[in-house]
């Protein structure tokens, strides 16, 4: 019921920064939370980062706390991950994820974007 696109995904160096999009489509965007999810090859699904409805509460994995920023715009019905002083450890497909708040946090959301590939090299 409700389609996720991603977009922003690249090749940058150790250091760089990307700006990662998640466009929903869905008139009542803002009844969703949000979340981002990466899978690196040959690891399992981790979180990233998550997003409450209303904006106002976010959630961070410990190893992007003070690097990543989730983000919201309601009025464009979007999703946002600011990623900076990108690591090689950071190199995944980082998939979009919306539902309610504790199922995005235990990660399973009612609808998964496609991913997009972040590849960080050293």
């Known amino acids: 019921q409700v389609q996720l696109v991603e977009s922003g995904g690249g090749l940058v160096q150790a250091g760089d920064s990307l700006r990662l999009s998640c466009a929903a489509s869905?008139?009542?965007?803002?009844?969703?939370?949000m979340g981002w999810f990466r899978r690196a090859p040959g690891k399992e699904r981790e979180f990233v980062a998550a997003?409450?409805?209303?904006?106002?509460?976010?959630y961070y994995t410990d190893s992007v706390k003070g690097r990543f920023t989730i983000s919201r715009d309601n009025a464009k019905k979007m999703v946002y991950l600011q990623m900076n002083s990108l690591k090689p450890d950071d190199t995944a497909a980082y998939y979009c994820?919306?539902?309610?708040?504790?199922?995005?946090?235990?990660?399973?959301?009612?609808?998964w974007g496609q991913g997009t590939q972040v590849t960080v090299s050293s």
């Open positions: 997003i409450s409805w209303i904006g106002g509460t976010t």
């Open positions: 869905v008139r009542t965007f803002n009844n969703y939370a």
């Open positions: 994820a919306a539902g309610d708040w504790r199922s995005v946090l235990a990660g399973r959301p009612d609808s």
